[in-house]
């Protein structure tokens, strides 16, 4: 059974920086893709960084770019997420993803979540 583990998260100014952590157990964790979602209120759970197999690949939607740096240790079974410069619409539940396809950009690709870490930045 897969178990994905978020920490991090917390309430920081804009502009500010913040590092998410997910913990991964039950699965093998260099077979997965892991990949970082967040849900504001009201909104659809959006995709915000995606990480492939071995690292070698990364993918970030528009927004974040240049900002947010997703990475992997696939010794400690974890993943981050570094945000940067972060912005008050950012405020959100911010979710780990794990995935067996090649390619992690969207939530019908999850196969698992984490529990979320809410992120909340004041203007």
């Known amino acids: 059974q897969v178990h994905l583990v978020e920490s991090g998260g917390g309430l920081v100014q804009a502009g500010d920086s913040l590092r998410l952590s997910c913990a991964a157990s039950?699965?093998?964790?260099?077979?997965?893709?892991m990949g970082w979602f967040r849900q504001a209120p009201g909104k659809e759970r959006e995709f915000v960084a995606s990480i492939s197999w071995g690292g070698g690949s990364t993918y970030y939607r528009d927004s974040v770019k240049g900002r947010f740096t997703i990475s992997r240790d696939n010794a400690k079974n974890t993943v981050y997420l570094q945000m940067n410069s972060l912005k008050p619409e950012e405020t959100a539940v911010y979710y780990c993803?794990?995935?067996?396809?090649?390619?992690?950009?969207?939530?019908?690709?999850?196969?698992?979540w984490g529990q979320g870490t809410q992120v909340t930045v004041s203007s």
């Open positions: 039950g699965l093998t964790f260099s077979d997965y893709a």
């Open positions: 993803a794990a995935s067996r396809l090649l390619i992690l950009n969207s939530p019908p690709r999850v196969s698992s």
